[in-house]
C-alpha cells in the first residue's frame, strides 16, 4: 500500500480538492443552467470520494494534520486558516463525501424530470461544500462560517419546491429555528476568542493545549491572558451547545425538521444521514474539551429527553417521512446523551451507523413514495402518497424496497447482525457504566435511553407492517427503477455489521470506536452480557406485538383519540406551543409597535407637522407683506418719482423753458424774497 | 430829464412781452420774434445803463455788439427754422417733439 501513502502536504491538497470540487459544480452548473447537470455533480462529488477515501487510509489513527494559513490581520491581531485532519474529520469527510455520492446517483432517476433540476444539483454542490468545509476547518470561526453556509443551502433545499407553500415555510422555520443556534455559536465564539484570543481549534483544544491548559482557581477561569469568572465557561459550553441543539434538532429546538420534509426526499436523506444534522454532534466532539459537568449534565439531559419525547410522536405519526424526521431527533437524542455521559467515540460511531442506514430508510420510503406518486399520476387519483394507512401489502410488489427497508430498520431498531446493534449497544452500555458512578437522577438516564430505544422498534415496526404487509390497495406497482434501487441494495450492506465490526454481536473490537478516546468509565463486564440480551429480547418481544397490531390483513384499529394519542400526533403540542408563545406574542408586539407608530410617532411627527405649517403660514405672511411690501414700496416710490418726472419731460421746447422760467423765478424769489 | 427807471420798466415790460411770445406762441418765428423782443430789452438796458459811462461809451459798445449778434442769432435761427419745415414740414414747436423719443 505504500504507492498510496502521502506526505502532509498533498494530503491538505487532497482534502481541498475534496472541498472545492462540489463547490465547483455549485458554480459551474449555476452558470451554464443545463438542464443536465447530473453529470457533472457525480464526477465531483465522486472526485470529493476518492479524495477523502485517500485521506482517510493516511490519516486514520495514524497522525493528526493541521496546515494553516494567515488569513487576514487586524490590528496586531492575526486569524489564521486551515485545514486539520485528525480521526474525526477524515471520518466525517468520507461518511459526507459517500452518502453525498449515493444520493446524488439515487437523485438522478428520483429527480428526474423536475424543470429546476440544474438547481437542484446546483444546491446539492453548495451543501456538500459547506459540509466538507465544516469538517476539514481548522478555525472556529471558519466552522462558523461554513456553519452559516450549511444552514443557507438547507434553506435552499429545503425550499426547493417553493411554489409549494408548506415548502417555502418549511425552509423560512429551518432557517429562522437554525439562527438561533448560530447565535449561540456565535456567543460561544465570543466567549473563547476573549479568553484565549485565537480561534485555532488544534491550539484550543489539544491535549495540553489552551483550554486544557486553562485552570479554575477561586471561582475564576484563568488563561493565559484572561481571568474570569467560572460561569463563563459553562456559559461557553451551553452556547456552543445551543448551537448544536438546532442543528442536531434537540428539544426544544428541534421543530424545524418534521417541517423541513417539505423538501425532496433525497434531499430529507441527505439532511438526516450525514450532513446538516451530523453537524451539531460534530461540533459537540469539536469542542468537546470545553464543556464543564454542568454542561455535560445539560447535554446528557436534553438528549435523553429528546430522543424519548421524538420516540413518543414518531409512536402516531402517519406521514412515512415525519415517522422517520422523528426517529432522526430520536436517535440525535442519544448521540447527544452519549456526548454528554462522555461516550465521546460511541457517539460518532453511532453517528456513522446512523448516516447509512437512516439514508436507506428515507432513499427506500423515497422510492416507494416515488412510485406511488407514479401510480397516482398515472391513474389520476387523488390521495396522499406518503400516508401510511393508505399503503398495505407492498412487500411482494416492491421486494426490493421491502428487504433493504427491513434492513434498515432491524438496524434503526437496534436488532443484532446490524450496524445499529453495535452502535447502539455501544451508547447503552455505557450509559449504564457510566451511571454506576452517580445517584440521583442520573441513575434513570440509561433506563430511559432503553425505553427510547423499544419505542423505536415499536414505531418502526409499525411502519414497515403498514407499509409493506396486509392487503395491497394499488395493482400493479412495481419497485423503483434499477438506478434508486442499485443505491438501496449498496446501502443496505452498509446497514450491517461486517462494515463496522468483525463480530456481529460486540462493538468492543469495532475499528471505527477505536479510533477515538475510550469513554472514561469503568467498564462491568456484567452489562456488556446482560444489556444485550434484555435489550433485544424485549425487541424482538415488541416486533412481535407491532406485527400482531399491524401486520395481518385485517388490521385491528387503535383507539385514536386519547389524551395520549393527541399528544403525541400533535408532536406534545410544541408547534402550538411556540406559536402561541412567540409567533403570537410577537404578532401582538408588532401590532401593538404599530399602534404606537401611528398613534404617538406619527402623532408627534404630525403635530410638528402641523406646527411647521403655522409657524411657515406666519412667516409666509410677513414675507407677502413686510418684506415685499417694502419692496414693493421701494419700487412704487421709484416708479411714483419717475412718473413725476416725466411729467417734465413733454419732449416741447416750450414746456422746458416754462420749466427753466418756473425754476429760475423760484430760485430767485427763494434768494432775495425771502 | 428822463429817469433811468423808466427805461427799466419799459425794458422789463419789452422783456416780459418777449418771454410771453416765447412760451405761448405756436410759430417758430412769432418765437423768433419774442426773442428779438427779449435781446432789444437787454440792448435797451445796457445803452441806458451807458449814460453813466459818457467818457469810454462801455454801454454803446456793448449794445453794439448785441446787435450785432443779435442779427447773427437770428441768421443762424431762421436757417434752423427753414431746416425744421423741411423736415418736418411744420413750424409749430408744440408738433415738433422728438426730444421725447
Known amino acids: 500500500m505504500d504507492f498510496l501513502t502521502f506526505s502532509a502536504n498533498t494530503l491538505c491538497l487532497l482534502s481541498l480538492i475534496a472541498l472545492v470540487f462540489p463547490f465547483s459544480s455549485f458554480l459551474v452548473i449555476l452558470q451554464l443552467k443545463k438542464s443536465q447537470g447530473a453529470t457533472i455533480s457525480i464526477f465531483n462529488i465522486s472526485v470529493s470520494l476518492i479524495a477523502s477515501l485517500l485521506v482517510f487510509i493516511n490519516v486514520w ?9 494567515e488569513w487576514f490581520q487586524v490590528g496586531t491581531v492575526s486569524i489564521s486558516a486551515g485545514i486539520l485532519l485528525n480521526n474525526l474529520s477524515v471520518l466525517m469527510m468520507v461518511l459526507v463525501s459517500a452518502i453525498s455520492l449515493l444520493v446524488h446517483i439515487y437523485s438522478i432517476s428520483y429527480m428526474k424530470g423536475d424543470e429546476n433540476i440544474y438547481k437542484y444539483w446546483a444546491y446539492l454542490g453548495l451543501f456538500c461544500f459547506s459540509m466538507m468545509g465544516l469538517v476539514i476547518s481548522d478555525s472556529l470561526l471558519l466552522i462558523y462560517m461554513f456553519w452559516e453556509l ?3 443551502s438547507s434553506y435552499l433545499l429545503i425550499g426547493f419546491w417553493f411554489t409549494k407553500d408548506a415548502a417555502s415555510q418549511a425552509a423560512k422555520k429551518a432557517f429562522i429555528m437554525n439562527r ?3 447565535l449561540g455559536f456565535l456567543t460561544g465564539l465570543m466567549i473563547i476568542y476573549s479568553q484565549f484570543g485565537t480561534f485555532d481549534i488544534g491550539r484550543l483544544f489539544n491535549v495540553g493545549g489552551l483550554v486544557d491548559s486553562a485552570s479554575i482557581i477561586n471561582g475564576f477561569w484563568i488563561s493565559e491572558s484572561a481571568s474570569v469568572p467560572v460561569i463563563w465557561l459553562t456559559i461557553a459550553g451551553l452556547a456552543f451547545f445551543i448551537g448544536a441543539m438546532t442543528k442536531s434538532a434537540q428539544f426544544p429546538l428541534h421543530t424545524w425538521l418534521p417541517d423541513a420534509m417539505q423538501g425532496p426526499t433525497s434531499v430529507s436523506s441527505l439532511i438526516h444521514a450525514a450532513t446538516m444534522v451530523a453537524a451539531g454532534v460534530f461540533l459537540l466532539g469539536r469542542v468537546y474539551p470545553l464543556f464543564d459537568s454542568i454542561a455535560l449534565n445539560t447535554i446528557t439531559v436534553v438528549g435523553v429527553f429528546t430522543a424519548f419525547m421524538a420516540a413518543t410522536i414518531a409512536l402516531t405519526q402517519n406521514d412515512i417521512k415525519r415517522i422517520l424526521a422523528y426517529s432522526t431527533i430520536s436517535q440525535l437524542g442519544f448521540m447527544i446523551a452519549a456526548m ?3 461516550a465521546y467515540g460511541e457517539s460518532i460511531f453511532h453517528l456513522a451507523t446512523h448516516a447509512f442506514f437512516k439514508c436507506l430508510l428515507f432513499l427506500a420510503a423515497g422510492s416507494v413514495i416515488h412510485q406511488l406518486h ?7 387519483l387523488e390521495f396522499n402518497h406518503q400516508d401510511i394507512r393508505l399503503m398495505g401489502g407492498l412487500r411482494k410488489q416492491m421486494p426490493i424496497a421491502f428487504i433493504t427497508m427491513c434492513i434498515a430498520a432491524a438496524a434503526l431498531a437496534g436488532l443484532p447482525f446490524t450496524s445499529g446493534f453495535l452502535s447502539k449497544d455501544a451508547i447503552l452500555i455505557t450509559s449504564f457504566e457510566w451511571a454506576e458512578g452517580y445517584h440521583g437522577f442520573k441513575k434513570l438516564v440509561p433506563f430511559v435511553l432503553v425505553l427510547t430505544s423499544w419505542l423505536t422498534v415499536f414505531y418502526i415496526g409499525r411502519l414497515i407492517f403498514k407499509v409493506f404487509f396486509g392487503k395491497s390497495n394499488y395493482k400493479g406497482v412495481k419497485d423503483a427503477p434499477w438506478p434508486m434501487t442499485r443505491i438501496l441494495l449498496i446501502l443496505a450492506f452498509f446497514s450491517l455489521f461486517p462494515l463496522f465490526s ?7 473490537n469495532s475499528w471505527l470506536l477505536q479510533g477515538f478516546v475510550p469513554a472514561g468509565v469503568k467498564p462491568f463486564d456484567i452489562f456488556h452480557l446482560l444489556v444485550p440480551i434484555i435489550v433485544t429480547g424485549i425487541s424482538a418481544i415488541i416486533v412481535l406485538i407491532s406485527y400482531k397490531l399491524y401486520g395481518g390483513t385485517a388490521t385491528k384499529q387503535l383507539p385514536e383519540n386519547g389524551l395520549l394519542y393527541r399528544f403525541s400526533n400533535r408532536a406534545w403540542y410544541l408547534d402550538r406551543v411556540y406559536d402561541l408563545l412567540f409567533v403570537r406574542s410577537i404578532t401582538a408586539l408588532s401590532i401593538i409597535s404599530h399602534k404606537f407608530d401611528t398613534l404617538i410617532v406619527d402623532g408627534l411627527v404630525n403635530s410638528l407637522a402641523g406646527l411647521a405649517r403655522i409657524i411657515s403660514d406666519i412667516i409666509h405672511w410677513f414675507d407677502r407683506h413686510v418684506v415685499d411690501g417694502l419692496v414693493n414700496g421701494i419700487a412704487s416710490l421709484a416708479s411714483k418719482t419717475g412718473d413725476f418726472a416725466r411729467q417734465f419731460q413733454t419732449g416741447k421746447l416750450q414746456h422746458y423753458l416754462i420749466t427753466m422760467l418756473t425754476l429760475v423765478v423760484t430760485f430767485f424769489i427763494i434768494t432775495y424774497l425771502i | 430829464m428822463i429817469p433811468l427807471s423808466h427805461f427799466m420798466i419799459i425794458s422789463a415790460a419789452l422783456f416780459c412781452i418777449g418771454l410771453f411770445a416765447v412760451l405761448t406762441k405756436r410759430n417758430a418765428i412769432q418765437i423768433l420774434i419774442g426773442i428779438e423782443f427779449m435781446i432789444n430789452a437787454a440792448i435797451l438796458n445796457f445803452v441806458a445803463a451807458g449814460r453813466f459811462d459818457r467818457v469810454a461809451g462801455g454801454g454803446q459798445m456793448f449794445a453794439l455788439f448785441a ?15 427753414l431746416n425744421v419745415y423741411k423736415h418736418f414740414r411744420t413750424i409749430n414747436p408744440d408738433k415738433i417733439d422728438t426730444l421725447k423719443n
Open chain 1, 61 to 69: 489513527n495514524s497522525t493528526t494534520l493541521q496546515q494553516q494559513v
Open chain 1, 374 to 380: 407514479h401510480y397516482k399520476e398515472h391513474h389520476s
Open chain 2, 67 to 81: 446787435i450785432v449778434l443779435a442779427a447773427a442769432g437770428v441768421a443762424v435761427a431762421l436757417a434752423i427754422i
Open chain 1, 340 to 342: 454528554g455521559i462522555g
Open chain 1, 502 to 508: 468483525v463480530n456481529p454481536l460486540s462493538y468492543d
Open chain 1, 180 to 182: 438561533i443556534g448560530d
Open chain 1, 150 to 152: 450549511v444552514g443557507m
